[in-house]
């Protein structure tokens, strides 16, 4: 679809639908055409449905009926957001500008005014799981495709390695899934696809993710950046390492320092790295192996 939620194309089947007016936003129709395809598929036939719900993507534009929810809604005061003290972090970082809160106050008022309808849609689906009797037979797995930064560390949009660009929550539910547990295991987006294929009892041969039903417990991922500045790092389960482009490293216990506000590794200005050089070269070293690595050898 374009980036309008009130004026988009769609492809279906092959061809290309325009959608315009009120009465067609892009939510709604996308939560119709996945009850519609649900409803349409005999019950004894195996389905699988991908719903990629464009909210609360820019320009992020709520339904009519929610323009009004959420009205005075501000970001969360986090000790990182505008960070005071960037000295310890990479030049991209130390030359950004504070940003406008009041700017991302009212942003934060749309994207979530603009999510109301995707409650609404995932409720939609699940009411119809019910209906055609498929709902305790069926796999569900919610998630984002990535973090949005919203001032943290200075930073808007995504493409960084820290946690709200990079950690995204997933809910997974399903025969043989317990209600509320949560499992600490570090996952990625790749690693749906691999899991569904076991689910479905299909070969999914060269995936570059892992089945999540395995004994998969990483000690470490391997991150790459994608657009912005260039970057590469491992997140641990309690910290992250980043080698940044400029020769500036990073690192950041998440025990201790939950918000990223203490660079470990920054060896510039008045800054001594508190890190000891035996972990530090050894994250050094693990990170280039990883680089380098090809299929299961992967972290």
């Known amino acids: 679809s374009t980036l309008s939620y009130l004026n988009f194309t ?3 089947d092959g061809k290309q639908k325009k959608y315009t007016g009120q009465k067609n936003y892009l939510t709604d129709v996308l939560r119709g055409k996945a009850v519609d ?3 349409s598929t005999p019950r004894d036939t195996p389905l699988f449905l991908y719903l990629p719900l464009k909210a ?4 992020a534009t709520p339904a009519k009926r929610d323009r009004n929810a959420y009205r005075g809604v501000a970001v969360e005061r986090t000790p990182s957001l505008n960070e005071e003290d960037v000295s310890d972090k990479p030049a991209y970082i130390r030359n950004a500008p504070k940003i406008d809160l009041g700017l991302l106050d009212r942003d934060e008022q749309r994207r979530l005014a603009s999510l109301r309808s995707a409650y609404a849609a995932i409720n939609a689906v699940l009411q119809q799981l019910r209906t055609e009797g498929r709902l305790d037979n069926t796999y569900i797995f919610v998630f984002s495709d990535n973090g949005w930064m919203r001032g943290e560390h200075r930073m808007l949009t995504k493409g960084f390695p820290y946690d709200s660009s990079v950690r995204i929550p997933m809910v997974v539910s399903g025969p043989g899934i317990a209600a509320g547990e949560t499992d600490h295991r570090i996952v990625a987006n790749v690693d749906v696809a691999p899991t569904i294929a076991a689910l479905a009892k299909i070969p999914l041969p060269r995936a570059d ?3 999540l039903l395995s004994d998969l417990d990483r000690e470490y991922m ?3 950046s994608w657009g912005g500045p260039t970057w590469s790092a491992l997140r641990g389960k309690t910290w992250l390492y980043v080698e940044n482009d400029s020769d500036e490293r990073e690192y950041y216990d998440y025990e201790t320092d939950e918000y990223e506000l203490e660079n470990q590794l ?3 200005g008045d800054h001594t790295p508190a890190l000891d050089n035996e ?3 050894r994250l050094e070293a693990r990170l280039s192996e990883a680089k380098r690595c090809k299929g299961a050898q992967c972290p």
């Open 222 to 224: 391997l991150m790459e």
């Open 37 to 39: 395809f649900i409803g």
């Open 279 to 281: 972990t530090a070269a």
């Open 56 to 59: 609360p993507h820019s320009p």
């Open 209 to 211: 993710g892992k089945n």
């Open 10 to 12: 769609l492809n279906e």
């Open 266 to 268: 920054a060896n510039w």
